[in-house]
Nanobody, 123 residues
Framework: QVQLVESGGGLVQAGGSLRLSCAAS????????MGWFRQAPGKEREFVAA????????YYPDSVKGRFTISRDNPRNTVYLQMNTLKPEDTAHYYC????????????????WGQGSQVTVSP
């Protein structure tokens, strides 16, 4: 059984930073791409970042490019999302997902999801 457990969310002022972690178990972590998605109240879930199985390739939407960095530690079965220069519009529930063999921004490509971690950015 695959388990993904996020941690590191919280409340931060605009301009601040947070780092989310996602610990994975139940699957050969290093074989699969990983992704982060977020969902704000009343909005659809949206793609935030993805990383290839090796960590060599990353992908971001324009909304977070240059501010967010995804990384992974395969021996520790953990993926991270470093979020800098946070904005109030980054407020959302952030989900880690374990997925396809190849990096993808499509949420349907990810069969396994964590419960999420709340990030709130105050003005």
């Amino acid at each position: 059984q695959v388990q993904l457990v996020e941690s590191g969310g919280g409340l931060v002022q605009a301009g601040g930073s947070l780092r989310l972690s996602c610990a994975a178990s139940g699957r050969t972590f290093s074989r699969y791409a990983m992704g982060w998605f977020r969902q704000a109240p009343g909005k659809e879930r949206e793609f935030v970042a993805a990383i290839s199985w090796s960590g060599d390739t990353t992908y971001y939407p324009d909304s977070v490019k240059g501010r967010f960095t995804i990384s992974r530690d395969n021996p520790r079965n953990t993926v991270y999302l470093q979020m800098n220069t946070l904005k109030p519009e980054d407020t959302a529930h952030y989900y880690c997902a374990s997925g396809p063999l190849h990096i993808s921004s499509y949420e349907g490509a990810y069969p396994y999801w964590g419960q999420g971690s709340q990030v709130t950015v105050s003005p």
